[in-house]
């Protein structure tokens, strides 16, 4: 059945400052440049640019950041009005490594978890297709309990739910807590994308990758979950089926892996809508990643992306 709305995503929206310096720690980088970031707003963007119908539900301040990011998610075709302006609380930004494998950061967090449940009339979930959030969004009361709530809604009118679960300690120190709500939004059988680290920071230890998916199966009761392996490509694993395993596009110069999993992601989602099969859905996440990782910040505005990726072989 087709929806009027292609994708509502749900979640951080922030000032991405990404260092100038190559493969240089937070504490020796002398130099930034900023960028509208936050990992559903790089989807959103993403799938905007693909000719997707979306739409972010976000919270930004009241300040020159949230004007910045309000006129940059306009230019690029993403549908703003579920992004709240709040007066008391400044926009948030997050300070990161430019490095070619997975960056350090440093995030001051404000706004962004100010998400409030009348954001979003339930109403619109009826002519959704997809409802996507991430880990880093669920860390942070009131957006969590919003989320979960809006999860639930998804769920009842049939809206496929979607997850980024990009846990960082740092960002959620308590485990308990963030497997706890991650188990009440996976009770709505989301797509789930994860990747080893963030696995590993997840369980504080290195699992395999039987194991990995035998818990999101078993335990978290989710039929599809994807994990990404950086450069080694992605393995896919449905309840009771054999696991698809592809390798990463090669890519040879890696200038910024910011957001490369957000690209990638935003591939697969794109392909989901189109209702691609998943091996397909898959060569296209690989080919918008290997597009990202090719550039600094957001996906290039230089290049016909949907042409790029409907041509791969």
């Known amino acids: 059945m087709t929806r009027k709305t292609d994708i509502i995503c749900a979640g951080e929206i922030l000032i991405d400052f990404i260092g100038h310096q190559n493969e240089a720690a937070i504490s020796n980088t002398r130099d930034y440049h900023r960028y509208l970031g936050g990992s ?8 905007a640019r693909l000719g997707m119908n979306v739409k972010l539900a976000a919270t930004v301040g009241d300040d020159g950041f949230g004007n910045y ?30 490095t070619t494998s997975t960056p350090d950061f440093v995030a001051y967090r404000h706004a962004d978890t100010q998400i409030l449940g009348n954001q979003i009339p339930e109403i619109l979930f009826s002519e959704t297709s997809i409802f996507h959030t991430t880990a880093f969004a669920l860390s942070r009361d009131p957006a969590q309990q919003t989320i979960l709530m ?3 809604k998804a769920f009842k009118h049939d809206c496929t739910l979607s997850i980024d679960l990009n846990y960082s300690p740092r960002i959620w120190k ?19 994308k994860i990747s080893e680290d963030d696995m590993e920071r997840l369980f504080g230890e290195k699992k395999s990758h ?22 080694e490509g992605v393995k896919f694993s449905r309840k009771h089926k054999e696991i698809i395993a592809l390798p990463a596009a090669r890519v ?13 992601w935003s591939g697969f989602l794109f392909a989901h809508i189109k209702g691609y099969s998943v091996e397909k859905s898959l060569k296209i996440a690989l080919s918008l990643a290997a597009i990202k990782l090719q550039h600094v910040g957001r996906l290039p505005q230089h290049i016909d992306i949907l042409t790029k990726l409907l041509d791969f072989k």
Request: glycine share 4%; charged share 20%; aromatic share 8%.
């Open 40 to 47: 559903p707003t790089n989807v959103s963007m993403n799938l």
């Open 69 to 98: 990011m309000l006129e940059k998610l306009k230019d690029n075709g993403v549908q703003t009005d579920l992004i709240r302006v709040d007066n008391d609380t400044p926009t948030s930004v997050i300070f990161v490594s430019k």
């Open 150 to 152: 809006l999860a639930n």
């Open 174 to 192: 308590n485990r308990k807590q963030a497997l706890a709500v991650f188990k009440e939004y996976c009770s709505y059988d989301p797509l789930v």
């Open 210 to 231: 039987k194991d990995i998916f035998d818990f999101f199966h078993n335990e978290m009761n989710v039929s599809s979950v994807c994990l990404t392996l950086g450069s």
């Open 252 to 264: 040879d110069n890696v200038l910024d892996a910011t957001g490369a999993g957000d690209a990638f």
